[in-house]
Protein backbone atom coordinates (compact mmCIF):
# COMPACT_ATOMS: atom_id res chain seq x y z
CA UNK A 1 0.00 0.00 0.00
CA UNK A 2 1.53 3.19 -0.76
CA UNK A 3 1.70 6.23 1.43
CA UNK A 4 2.52 9.56 1.30
CA UNK A 5 5.78 9.39 2.40
CA UNK A 6 6.40 7.02 -0.72
CA UNK A 7 5.28 9.36 -3.04
CA UNK A 8 7.52 12.09 -1.58
CA UNK A 9 10.06 9.64 -1.14
CA UNK A 10 9.95 9.16 -4.72
CA UNK A 11 10.08 13.25 -5.20
CA UNK A 12 13.68 13.66 -3.64
CA UNK A 13 14.90 11.00 -5.46
CA UNK A 14 14.22 12.14 -8.83
CA UNK A 15 12.12 8.57 -9.31
CA UNK A 16 8.69 8.68 -11.41
CA UNK A 17 6.66 6.48 -13.21
CA UNK A 18 7.87 5.05 -16.12
CA UNK A 19 6.83 3.79 -19.07
CA UNK A 20 4.83 4.84 -22.06
CA UNK A 21 1.09 4.95 -22.34
CA UNK A 22 -1.78 2.88 -24.70
CA UNK A 23 -1.77 5.99 -27.39
CA UNK A 24 1.73 6.27 -27.46
CA UNK A 25 2.20 2.26 -27.97
CA UNK A 26 -0.84 2.42 -30.53
CA UNK A 27 1.19 5.27 -32.13
CA UNK A 28 4.20 3.44 -32.71
CA UNK A 29 3.07 0.41 -34.05
CA UNK A 30 0.64 2.30 -36.60
CA UNK A 31 4.31 3.71 -37.66
CA UNK A 32 5.76 0.66 -37.81
CA UNK A 33 2.81 -0.91 -39.80
CA UNK A 34 2.65 1.88 -42.39
CA UNK A 35 5.87 1.70 -42.71
CA UNK A 36 6.17 -1.94 -43.28
CA UNK A 37 3.36 -1.61 -45.71
CA UNK A 38 5.56 0.71 -48.09
CA UNK A 39 8.27 -1.89 -47.72
CA UNK A 40 6.93 -4.33 -48.79
CA UNK A 41 4.74 -2.70 -51.84
CA UNK A 42 8.40 -1.90 -53.00
CA UNK A 43 9.77 -5.50 -52.69
CA UNK A 44 7.05 -6.93 -54.56
CA UNK A 45 7.51 -4.33 -57.22
CA UNK A 46 11.59 -4.95 -56.99
CA UNK A 47 10.48 -8.94 -57.60
CA UNK A 48 8.64 -7.92 -60.81
CA UNK A 49 11.49 -5.77 -62.40
CA UNK A 50 13.54 -8.89 -61.87
CA UNK A 51 10.88 -10.81 -64.21
CA UNK A 52 10.96 -8.30 -66.66
CA UNK A 53 14.86 -8.14 -66.68
CA UNK A 54 15.13 -12.09 -66.81
CA UNK A 55 12.36 -12.42 -69.57
CA UNK A 56 14.37 -9.39 -71.31
CA UNK A 57 17.71 -10.78 -70.94
CA UNK A 58 16.52 -14.46 -72.15
CA UNK A 59 14.40 -12.69 -75.70
CA UNK A 60 18.07 -10.91 -76.11
CA UNK A 61 20.04 -14.11 -75.76
CA UNK A 62 17.45 -16.40 -78.05
CA UNK A 63 17.37 -13.23 -81.09
CA UNK A 64 21.72 -13.32 -81.31
CA UNK A 65 21.16 -17.36 -81.14
CA UNK A 66 18.54 -17.25 -83.83
CA UNK A 67 20.08 -14.61 -85.81
CA UNK A 68 23.99 -16.18 -85.36
CA UNK A 69 22.50 -19.66 -86.96
CA UNK A 70 20.86 -17.88 -90.09
CA UNK A 71 24.27 -16.48 -90.58
CA UNK A 72 25.53 -19.90 -90.46
CA UNK A 73 23.32 -21.58 -92.26
CA UNK A 74 23.26 -18.61 -95.51
CA UNK A 75 27.20 -19.08 -95.33
CA UNK A 76 27.06 -23.03 -95.44
CA UNK A 77 29.04 -23.50 -92.17
CA UNK A 78 27.79 -25.60 -89.70
CA UNK A 79 25.67 -23.48 -86.58
CA UNK A 80 26.63 -25.70 -83.49
CA UNK A 81 30.67 -24.76 -84.43
CA UNK A 82 30.13 -20.86 -85.53
CA UNK A 83 27.30 -20.10 -82.21
CA UNK A 84 28.63 -22.99 -79.59
CA UNK A 85 29.37 -20.03 -77.59
CA UNK A 86 26.01 -18.48 -77.59
CA UNK A 87 23.65 -20.37 -75.38
CA UNK A 88 20.47 -19.45 -73.83
CA UNK A 89 18.87 -20.81 -71.08
CA UNK A 90 15.49 -22.39 -71.08
Not at 16 to 24: A, D, H, I, S
Amino acid sequence: MKTDNDHENRKLHGLKKRGFTLVELLIVLLVIGILASIAVQNFGNLFDLARDNSAAYENRALQTQTGCRNVATANNQNPDTLCGAIQATP
